[in-house]
């Protein structure tokens, strides 16, 4: 099982970002997917999931209406789409999954900055 996360970067409030989650080795398309974000100091905090066939999304409280989380199946790829970035936003952002253990990538730093 491999998750790779990228699409990170430096970006100023209120910009946007693209973020992506490439995985092999299981059978992506009937897994539920998963974005987590850390901060320093912080706690690693859930951002998002996404049902198996994406049809189900739910959102932690702070990124609902600004982040949106997609897959596409044929790709073995899950998305998060980062819009009206604030600078309470810079983390390393990591996707995971649960087959019977958690798997997790190794994380994609977003930086927001002016």
């Known amino acids: 099982v491999q998750l790779v996360e990228s699409g990170g970067g430096l970006v100023q409030p209120g910009g946007s970002l693209r973020l992506s989650c490439a995985t092999s080795?299981?059978?992506?398309?009937?897994?539920?997917m998963n974005w987590y974000r850390q901060s320093p100091g912080k706690a690693r905090e859930w951002v998002a999931s996404i049902s198996n066939s994406g049809g189900s999304t739910s959102y932690a409280d702070s990124v609902k209406g600004r982040f949106t989380i997609s897959r596409d199946n044929a790709e073995n790829t899950a998305y998060l789409q980062l819009n009206s970035l604030e600078v309470e936003d810079t983390a390393v952002y990591y996707c995971n999954t649960l087959i019977g253990t958690y798997y997790w990538g190794q994380g994609t730093q977003v930086a927001v900055s002016s």
């Open positions: 080795g299981f059978l992506f398309s009937i897994y539920t």
